[in-house]
């Protein structure tokens, strides 16, 4: 299922260069996500955007940026890259849903595996 | 924030063997999913269950809202079944619409 696609899939690059990571998407969904996952650990959220016009924090944003370009374009931005940030990047996306409440199912990117030396 | 725990942490089966994956979770969701990580890093939803219980094929979940907890059957396991397995719970966010805060994960390796 190639819905959600990322890009690159793989990067090496070292401390203190700028790095962007792509998200794009054809489920025509309104709600994006950036998360990290870091081995041994669950994923943890770095930026949700719910539409266009509408950018939030998660749990771990520092040291990122993100840019909603378009409903089906989301990026991450490293703007100086540190080791630590060394991870497996996913995008996400949902589209709201009513069952018993509000809910989201999240539909994964591939992820792109980020190595910074 | 709400704490996710997911047991046991690592688990090696014999190929055709039975198991069950548990994750309780500190507080009240308004959802919880069921992942699979495939050895390649690939992240795959399994199941969207916020009570009660599903099948589909070889695997089957069952979560408890009440008592907070989920569980993962996987049944005559396959070395494809191997990789990491995840639960999510879903809670509000500030806007609308819901987080995902994740388990650290249940490491299966399917052995022949």
């Known amino acids: 299922d190639a819905d959600v696609t990322q890009t690159p899939r793989n990067r090496i690059t070292k401390t203190g260069k700028r790095i962007m990571l792509e998200c794009s998407q054809t489920k025509g969904h309104d709600r994006m996500y950036w998360y990290r996952q870091d081995p041994g650990l669950g994923l943890r959220l770095i930026y949700y955007?719910?539409?266009?016009?509408?950018?939030n924090k998660g749990e771990i944003s520092d040291g990122y940026s993100v840019s909603r370009q378009a409903q089906a374009k989301f990026s991450l931005s490293l703007e100086s890259a540190i080791p630590n940030q060394t991870a497996l990047y996913f995008c996400?996306?949902?589209?709201?849903?009513?069952?018993?409440?509000?809910?989201?199912?999240?539909?994964f990117g591939p992820g792109t595996r980020l190595t910074v030396l | 924030g709400i704490q996710v725990e997911q047991s046991p942490p690592d688990l090696i089966l014999q190929e055709g063997a039975n198991s069950t994956l548990r994750c309780n979770f500190s507080d009240s969701v308004n959802n919880l999913q069921w992942f699979h990580q495939n050895p390649w890093g690939q992240l795959i939803n399994l199941f969207y269950i916020p009570s009660g219980t599903k099948q589909n094929g070889r695997l089957s979940a069952t979560t408890v809202a009440t008592e907070r907890y989920s569980l993962l059957y996987i049944s005559s396991s396959q070395t494809t079944d191997s990789g990491v397995y995840f639960c999510?719970?879903?809670?509000?966010?500030?806007?609308?619409?819901?987080?995902?805060?994740f388990g650290t994960g249940t490491q299966l390796k399917v052995e022949l």
């Open positions: 996400a996306t949902s589209d709201l849903r009513w069952r018993e409440g509000p809910t989201d199912t999240q539909y």
């Open positions: 999510a719970v879903e809670r509000g966010l500030t806007g609308g619409g819901n987080k995902l805060t």
């Open positions: 955007s719910f539409d266009v016009k509408d950018i």
